[in-house]
């Protein structure tokens, strides 16, 4: 599903308007107003407090994971990356180490084991895929074999404060920040810089990005590193949050990560993406949850919302693309009377 | 090319879907209760769902909650987790809920959440597992810690000879309650039954399928096992039903808390001899009016309080804001047909 | 046209070149021993085999008490089913992820179809449970061969929604093994010549399945499309119809699981099965079917999903704590496919060198 940009065929307002990104933001548009008009308590001030801290993690994670896709790979191992820096940080504080330096051995811990990813995916040449599913393994049993079954639940009420503090007295918690400034960093990456137009390029085919001077193995390893690091960072947010560390913290958030990464017009393909999307994808399915939840139904039903959700959008492109396809060639069936009699007399000599 | 009907299409698809999803889901628009007029709401989030213990307490609850006029909710998890709790309580705080009754899953980790909802106005009890005290306005306590771990003790030594290996089968490695009366046990076994030897605590997470298979390794790994101890109700159903069906029936004993309508079969066919429990129905009926006594003002949660729950009587707060609901009770052959719960 | 004579014979020094460049030159005993022998599967064989005499050595009853031999085969017929409906799905270049969530729904319909409709046969719910099963893989299929989307999202979507039905449908109920017909229910433990039933359904199923893509037509066109989907296309196979029955298989095998799971548990919650997928995938990539497809059998799969439970088993006894199974596994699965690319490097190195030196 390659698309070919020659000079733009369009104007710019129809270039901006009409993209998958747009229809995921206004599909996200038009769910808050329902909500705020019909699901009580949704227009409460604790709403955006709670809905923020719940989709951070989700939010955070999915801007590398939304690189990496690009690229045409994967990475199922994030949510064990999650649990691992979140034991590590609980075992790290039990010893008396301070927060802040468990933190940063944390974040070591996650770039290692992005690392290794990398290094298995891009040097070794193994795939994505299989490599992840194997660490999603590796990674959740070494936090749970640190840790065991219990929980490190004793965290000093300033870190864990710190985690759920809003922004002055606004009801925007301040992890918003370094999501924001993370945002920032991905779109100034991915849009405009050489290294972002490389994931692309790798993503398109990289067999022809490593003719063009890209240097593949170079981009997904770092691009598998900083998974880790960003993973192991939304472990620390998670622990503080929950104020409690656990081997088995955040078992399943890769599919949600995922989930919304494709639900914001990511192409599983590769190639084809946009951050705005995916923030989109993340927070409609923050919000229908956080609605859901208020509305007293019971949350099981998002599982069915986000699956029907993912299937339709996926489907949706390839559905339009067919359709697209058999437009064309209906068109193609029918050579116009001057076409044909031009073809018949080209043909005449052969 | 048609570009634009192209994604146009894509836009209207998803539309579609949206509007598809909307009206499936909260069409009505009742929007009950923005904050309560009149009836009070109490919430029960038990530590999970589908557990057949929090079924029953969760009923008396609504019995009473019924007959004092309010509006009764259930919520929780699917799994005994602390994060999961978290989401729960945050949903009430959202909602203005006015009673929160609640079986915490761990004691530290969901207190800034009660104490968030606190904030707002709810009244937070906690029944069957605690949190710490500055977390809660009441805990209601279905027996002392100390008299339930001694009945366990005392029912497994006396069906094991009072000596021989034991190992413990609880339910998640955090739960206040298990971990508060594993301790008490070990305490006991060390003072007053020497003979007796703890060889392992295994955590089934209150699952069925994880209790099946950790009793199942218990006995592979521990061949000279003579007892099993099952604080929890979801790990003594699945362990009985396991030995039932093993060549081990009999030969290794079992016990724990459990209730009669799930043992009732394998007392019958001699895998349990004896086990305990107290009637939780009567401690989620307990713990529905505490709270309404705490949301009415009629009593402040402190020692020396006393209110009025229903059939059950008059009840008094004890020392750390705690109720006692009485003693546990021992069920067996003889009268296990009796009760139906 | 053999110009043997021509030749010198370096290939008598090199039994492996000879094995690569001119097979018949073994004899046939010889040949079919060497392919065993150098098979992934038998390097399983071994491996589980390993584990299980250390595990035996520390503690005897892990394998000699009729208890434990009874566990050792019972456990792993769930995952087995799983793991060779997977196999097939992989060896296509596919994957299904909803196979947890099937097995799910499939163990709560057994449940529900016993206590709402007494006095139905068996059998009759067994049916009903893989018919099920065929179903729900069926939508998978559709809308993998039909929408040209790959398999990996549609899965995760239907994973995401069967579950989402399962966890509506019975909300905090659960099956309780009273429920059920102590017939059933002894199913799960009743054995045939010391074998366990459900072990011995999941073997009938593993060697029919596993003759089916050895010998039927439709079988080797499972490997062909899973080798290179658009030489299949160009070639004329019927890549839809073989897509849909890998995922119809599947769905179908994981809807026995179901079955087999109510049986041997007895309980079910809306939660049976959960995470189950990404074992069974698991076993099936340490059974040597490679995760591009065109390769790897049925009878590694199954290998892999013993190996994977018994392990399980047998670390406590080994002294490991159970917490460390998880990093076991992982360290299991990424060592099977590093191993797989470094023999296929070698693979093809010594291929290059035959055809250089001939």
């Given at each position: 599903?390659t ?68 690229t045409g ?52 040449g ?72 490389g994931?692309?390029d790798i993503g398109l085919n990289s067999e022809a990005a490593h003719f063009t001077g890209v240097n593949v193995e ?52 590769g190639g ?79 | ?341 | ?358």
């Amino acid at each position: 599903m390659t698309r070919t940009y020659s000079e733009h065929s369009q104007p710019l307002w129809r270039r901006l308007l009409l993209t998958r990104e747009t229809a995921v933001i206004a599909l996200l548009v038009a769910v808050v107003l329902y909500s705020l008009s019909n699901v009580p308590n949704f227009d409460g001030p604790l709403t955006l407090t709670f809905l923020l801290l719940d989709v951070a993690p989700i939010l955070l994670i999915a801007l590398p994971m939304t690189a990496v896709i690009v690229t045409g790979e994967i990475d199922l191992s994030v949510a064990s990356v999650v649990g691992l820096s979140s034991v590590l940080v609980g075992v790290l504080h039990q010893d008396g180490m301070p927060i802040p330096l468990a933190a940063v051995v944390a974040l070591l811990a996650g770039a290692l084991c992005g690392a290794f990813n990398g290094f298995l995916v891009a040097y070794v040449g193994l795939p994505s895929l299989a490599v992840t599913i194997g660490t999603l393994a590796l990674f959740r049993g070494l936090a749970v074999g640190l840790l065991g079954t219990t929980a490190v639940t004793d965290f000093t009420e300033r870190w864990t404060d710190l985690a759920k503090q809003n922004i002055g007295d606004s009801g925007v918690p301040l992890i918003v920040l370094p999501i924001l400034a993370l945002v920032l960093v991905f779109v100034l990456l991915l849009q405009f810089s050489s290294f972002g137009r490389g994931v692309y390029d790798i993503g398109l085919n990289s067999e022809a990005a490593h003719f063009t001077g890209v240097n593949v193995e170079r981009t997904k390893f770092l691009l598998f590193v900083l998974t880790g690091v960003v993973s192991a960072f939304a472990g620390i947010f998670y622990t503080l949050r929950f104020g409690s560390a656990r081997g088995d913290n955040a078992t399943g958030l890769e599919l949600q990560v995922i989930a919304a990464v494709l639900l914001g017009g990511v192409s599983i393909f590769g190639g084809r993406g946009k951050i705005h999307g995916v923030i989109a994808g993340v927070l409609l399915i923050g919000v229908i949850s956080s609605a859901l939840r208020l509305e007293g139904v019971t949350v099981n039903v998002i599982n069915i919302i986000i699956g029907l959700l993912l299937v339709a959008s996926v489907m949706s492109t390839s559905l339009l693309s067919g359709i697209a396809n058999a437009t064309a060639r209906w068109n193609r069936r029918a050579p116009s009377p001057q076409h044909a009699s031009a073809v018949g007399a080209g043909t005449q000599g052969r | 090319m048609k570009f634009h009907s192209k994604r146009a299409s894509a836009f209207a698809a998803l539309g579609l879907s949206a509007a598809l999803v909307l009206s499936a889901c909260g069409g009505s628009d009742s929007a009950s209760g923005s904050s309560d007029d009149g009836a009070m709401t109490v919430t029960f989030l038990p530590k999970n769902l589908g557990n057949p213990y929090f079924d029953t307490s969760d009923k008396g609850g609504k019995t009473a909650v019924a007959e004092f006029k309010g509006k009764f909710q259930e919520v929780g998890p699917q799994e005994a987790s602390p994060d999961a709790q978290v989401q729960y309580i945050n949903t009430a705080a959202q909602q203005g809920i006015k009673a929160l009754v609640v079986s915490a899953n761990d004691p530290k980790a969901i207190g800034d959440a009660l104490n968030q909802a606190r904030d707002a106005g709810t009244k937070v009890v906690t029944f069957d597992s605690d949190t710490e005290p500055q977390y809660r306005d009441l805990f209601v306590n279905q027996a002392s810690a100390e008299g339930i771990a001694k009945s366990q003790v005392d029912l497994i030594s006396e069906q094991i000879g009072d000596a021989g290996e034991v190992a413990v089968l609880s339910a998640s490695a955090n739960a206040t309650n298990q971990n508060a009366w594993i301790d008490l046990m070990k305490k006991d076994l060390e003072a007053n039954h020497p003979n007796i030897k703890l060889v392992d605590v295994v955590y089934g997470d209150d699952d069925d399928q994880t209790s099946f298979d950790k009793t199942a390794a218990l006995l592979q790994s521990h061949p000279n096992l003579k007892g099993i101890i099952s604080p929890t109700t979801v790990g003594i159903a699945a362990a009985a039903r396991y030995l039932s069906d093993s060549d081990k029936k009999g030969k290794v004993a079992l016990t724990g808390l459990g209730t009669p309508n799930q043992m009732r079969e394998y007392v019958k066919n001699g895998t349990v001899t004896s086990f305990a429990l107290w009637n939780p129905e009567d401690l989620g009926y307990l713990a529905a009016y505490a709270a309404k006594a705490l949301v009415d003002g009629d009593i402040k949660g402190e020692e020396g309080d006393s209110f009025e729950a229903g059939k059950l009587g008059e009840y008094k707060v004890g020392p750390d804001n705690t109720v006692l609901l009485g003693d546990p009770f021992v069920f067996d052959a003889k009268n296990i047909d009796q009760f139906k719960f | 046209m053999s110009d043997t004579s021509m030749r010198p014979d370096k290939t008598e020094s090199h039994p492996e070149l000879e094995r690569l460049i001119e097979p018949s030159r073994q004899t046939p005993l010889r040949r079919g021993l060497m392919t065993v022998v150098r098979s992934r599967e038998f390097s399983i064989l071994l491996v589980l085999l390993a584990v299980i005499a250390a595990a035996t050595v520390k503690t005897p009853s892990f394998l000699f008490s009729s208890n434990s031999w009874r566990d050792l085969l019972l456990t792993p017929s769930i995952l087995l089913l799983l793991a060779v409906g997977q196999a097939v799905v992989i060896i296509t270049r596919n994957v299904d992820l909803s196979v947890g969530s099937i097995l799910g729904l499939t163990a709560y319909l057994t449940g529900r179809l016993f206590i709402d409709v007494p006095g139905l046969p068996i059998i009759a719910v067994m049916v009903a449970g893989i018919l099920v099963g065929v179903l729900l893989g069926l939508v998978n299929g559709v809308l993998v061969a039909f929408g040209k989307v790959p398999a990996l999202v549609i899965t995760l979507g239907t994973l995401y929604i069967y579950r989402g039905i399962v966890l509506t449908w019975a909300g905090s109920n659960r099956i309780n093994a009273d429920d059920m017909p102590a017939g059933f229910l002894r199913l799960g433990t009743k054995s045939l010549l010391s074998v366990p039933v459900l072990t011995v359904i999941a073997l009938v199923v593993l060697v029919i399945v596993g003759y089916y893509l050895h010998t039927a037509r439709g079988g080797r066109e499972m490997y062909a499309i899973g080798s290179d989907p658009d030489a299949a296309v160009l070639y004329g196979l019927n890549v839809r119809r073989r897509l849909l029955f890998a995922f119809a298989l599947s769905g179908g095998l994981a809807g026995l699981a179901g079955v087999v799971y109510a049986a041997r548990y007895g309980t079910v919650s809306s939660g049976a099965g959960t995470g189950i997928e990404l074992q069974a995938v698991a076993a099936v990539v340490i059974g040597g079917v490679a995760i591009f497809g065109g390769s790897g059998t049925v009878w590694g799969a199954a290998l892999g999903a013993i190996l994977l439970v018994t392990i399980n088993r047998a670390l406590p006894i080994l002294g490991i704590p159970d917490f460390w199974q998880r990093a076991v596994v992982g360290a299991l699965i990424i060592s099977a496919i590093v191993l797989d690319r470094v023999l296929a490097a070698r693979q093809a190195r010594k291929l290059t060198e035959a055809r250089d030196e001939s």
